[in-house]
């Protein structure tokens, strides 16, 4: 669906924000990519849509026929949804009004027009604020507005840039149901997010990003199981806190409720967190 | 089409609820014109002095002095010029009347009180009533005055105030009392002027002007002065001049209308590119032109909307009525390209909103200011007027009088107008060349 090649971007011509990028994204999986801010995530998207030209490296977008092409070719564009993260809507329109010419410029008409405008703004749960103009709605509702207008034209590739920034959980929990939901209906998504359990929670794959660069590309569970290490079990014992690497954790806590009292004890699953620390000798959020 | 319908009904609606830049495109532009309507409607036709133009037929001591009794006079200003000149210039418009004193005046103004004097000459446009009415009054005032000063035979003046006494005791239609006080004030004149006036010379009989319309002025039957008044149509297309203050301040208004609406949609591109909403447009399956062809469009949409919604305004506020329709029509179709171009050019000129309004008004502010936006050019000294030529306003202005009051032809028009799409089309070009599509690449 989405084949990103030895991607290279600079903005200054000196620093590389995005430094050889490269990953394939298949048809209805949820691909995220994770890392902590200026690893190069947005950059990554930017150049995957076509909005910045890249000084190396390639991108194809695919379409269900099999066929592909640049994201700058117009009828590639209108196969994909973009949410950037710096929202990209009018204030001084209604939510309404915003979604209707964004689907507009899509080329949509006619009673599909109203329809999916209409479906859009029900997605994001806003069709209630519809007619308010969208400089009155909170920081969460304008980004789900902001999801709204990237999915009004039923793309087949959705690019969401760190769509959950500022919702509530709510909402947040809303959007996972609806984005799984849409994966169900046969969407390929593009899904930024410096929140770890996000990326476990909705993607299929994720890519670990630093610095410009993939450090790793894999399932949740085979990144953790390639580089979340061991389970660990941190435990009361004797009025000190033990931590206890283990591949057999419920073996290890036996042992110790043999040996003396247990008064506490919790068990520190390997995670992506752990993925991240393990990769880069840093945690994802510092 | 569609996209850039779309795109074109988005930034109206946008412009319509953004309170600042709709008040420069309505609201500025209308207060500008009800300041000046104020001003002008306050100073009347009369600013000072009407310049006049006196032909002089008698070439008489008395006209001499009649010419030198206007020049003094605080409400007019003559110009002695021959009577084809006259006549040219005020059919030209270029000046409100002339006066043509007559063969005989000097003559006639000896003896006041009989005969036909002869008849001064006003030729004024019919349209111009008040003036009209305003100069009669003064050159009867000077003239009278001449007369009484020239006039120098107190016996003759003795023989009509006896007359009047008689007259006062044969009327029948005045009661005891009436006739006892004008006796009474006849001969205490009489008395009056024998003291006070010098004796002096008869005159000689007077020869009767032939008068289209005349019109008498005097004091019951006493007709020391007699002006006919010819009615010389102005004809505009050779005039220059508007007959009402308000047809130099509907262009200027409607100019500031113009600039309002170039400069608010010059911002609204940088807007989207600030506000991230260029990057949706951008990422749309339409092409670069598409949105320049929205905002163009958009803006010209509006631009046509502030001209008609200012010449209505000075339509029927200020009574402006346009000449020729359809030159104003073209004037105003062809103003809208030039500031579609403005504004394209505007919209490239900043990286932030307020850097993007800043320049644009001050540039706008600059070609106002030396293109006549803010004062007629004709107030302006020589020089400046020619550096107006580089400033887009004045071939607005320009295009816009010559359709309200200069009574311009097409052909007239050719220059102006050709201009003015010469600065829209080269406008739309550099800055649809300038206006950078990809974000970051330098
Ligand atoms: N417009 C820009 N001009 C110059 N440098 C930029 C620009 N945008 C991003 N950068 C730089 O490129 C690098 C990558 O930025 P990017 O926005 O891609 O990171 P990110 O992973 O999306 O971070 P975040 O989680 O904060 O959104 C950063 O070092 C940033 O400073
Ligand atoms: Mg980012």
């Not at chain 2, 002065?225 to 005039?239: G, Y």
């Not at chain 2, 309002?260 to 260029?278: D, K, M, N, Q, W």
Request: some cysteine; overall charge neutral.
């Amino acid at each position: 669906m989405l084949t990103v090649s030895g991607l290279i971007k600079s903005y200054d011509g000196v620093r590389r924000a995005v430094d050889g990028v490269t990953f394939e994204v298949k048809a209805r999986e949820i691909f995220g990519l994770l890392g902590p801010n200026g690893a190069g995530k947005s950059t990554t998207i930017h150049v995957a849509v076509g909005l910045l030209a890249p000084d190396g490296g390639q991108v194809r977008i695919g379409d269900a026929g099999g066929s592909s092409g640049p994201p700058t070719d117009p009828a590639v564009r209108s196969r994909v949804g973009v949410a950037p993260q710096a929202l990209a809507i009018y204030e001084e329109l209604t939510g309404e009004e915003n979604i209707r010419f964004f689907a507009q410029l899509q080329g949509l008409r006619g009673a599909e027009l109203r329809n999916r405008t209409a479906a859009a703004l029900q997605f994001v749960e806003l069709h209630d604020r519809r007619r308010d103009l969208a400089r009155t709605y909170s920081g969460g509702m304008k980004r789900r507005l902001n999801l709204a207008a990237a999915i009004v034209h039923d793309p087949q590739l959705l690019f969401l840039d760190e769509p959950t920034v500022g919702v509530d959980p709510q909402s947040r929990n809303a959007i996972f149901e609806n984005i799984l939901a849409l994966r169900e209906r046969g969407l390929t998504v593009v899904y930024t997010t410096h929140y770890m359990e996000e990326a476990q929670r909705l993607c299929d794959r994720v890519a670990i990003m630093d610095q410009g660069r993939i450090l790793a590309l894999d399932t949740v569970d085979g990144l953790v199981r390639a580089h979340g290490g061991k389970s660990v079990v941190v435990a009361a014992v004797d009025g000190h806190e033990a931590r206890i690497e283990s591949d057999d954790p419920i073996g290890e806590l036996v042992r110790l409720k043999q040996s003396g009292p247990l008064r506490d004890f919790r068990l520190e699953q390997p995670n992506l967190e752990r993925v991240f620390l393990n990769l880069t000798g840093r945690q994802l959020r510092d | 089409m569609g996209p850039i319908f779309a795109l074109a009904c988005k930034d109206l609606r946008l412009l319509v609820r953004d309170k600042v830049g709709f008040f420069f495109v309505f609201g500025f532009p209308l207060l500008f014109g009800l300041f000046f309507g104020v001003i002008f409607k306050g100073a009347g036709s009369s600013q000072g002095a009407i310049t006049i133009l006196v032909v002089d037929d008698d070439q008489s001591e008395a006209s001499k002095a009649l010419i030198g009794k206007l020049t003094s006079a605080a409400e007019v200003k003559p110009i002695v010029a021959t009577y084809e000149a006259a006549l040219d210039q005020v059919r030209k418009g270029e000046r409100v009347a002339y006066v043509r004193i007559p063969k005989g005046y000097g003559e006639s103004a000896r003896r006041p009180f009989w005969g036909t004097p002869p008849a001064f000459e006003l030729g004024v446009d019919p349209a111009r009533k008040a003036e009209a009415g305003m100069i009669q009054g003064v050159i009867t005032q000077y003239a009278v005055r001449d007369v009484m000063k020239i006039f120098s035979d107190p016996d003759a003046l003795r023989k009509q105030t006896a007359t009047a006494i008689e007259e006062v005791s044969k009327a029948d239609d005045l009661t005891p009392v009436q006739k006892g006080i004008m006796t009474a004030f006849f001969g205490a004149l009489d008395s009056f002027m024998s003291l006070t006036l010098a004796p002096g010379a008869a005159a000689t009989d007077g020869n009767k002007e032939g008068a289209e319309e005349g019109a008498s002025i005097g004091i019951g039957g006493w007709e020391p002065v007699r002006i006919t008044v010819n009615d010389v149509r102005a004809d505009r297309r050779l005039s220059s001049k508007p007959n009402n203050p308000m047809d130099i301040t509907f262009p200027q208004c409607l100019v500031w209308g113009l600039m309002g609406c170039s400069a608010a949609f010059g911002i609204s591109l940088v807007v989207e590119r600030t506000r991230g909403t260029l990057i949706r447009l951008r990422l749309a399956p339409i092409v670069r032109w598409h949105i320049l062809a929205g905002k163009a469009a958009a803006c010209f949409l509006m631009l046509l909307a502030v001209s008609g919604v200012m010449l209505v305004f000075a339509m029927v506020a200020f009574g402006v009525r346009p000449e020729n329709y359809g030159m104003l029509a073209v004037a105003i179709l062809c103003s809208a390209i030039c500031f579609v171009g403005i504004m394209m050019l505007l919209s490239v000129c900043g990286k932030t909103e307020n850097s993007a309004g800043g320049i644009g008004w001050s540039v706008l502010l600059m070609m106002a200011m030396i293109g006549g936006g803010m004062m007629p050019l004709f107030f302006m000294p020589k020089w400046m007027q020619s550096v107006a030529s580089i400033s887009p306003i004045k071939w607005t202005v320009l295009s816009l009088e010559g359709a309200v009051f200069r009574g311009y032809s097409l052909s007239d028009m050719a220059l102006p107008c050709g201009v003015l799409l010469g600065i829209g089309v080269a406008g739309f070009a550099v800055g649809a060349r300038l206006f950078t599509w990809q974000e970051g690449s330098s």
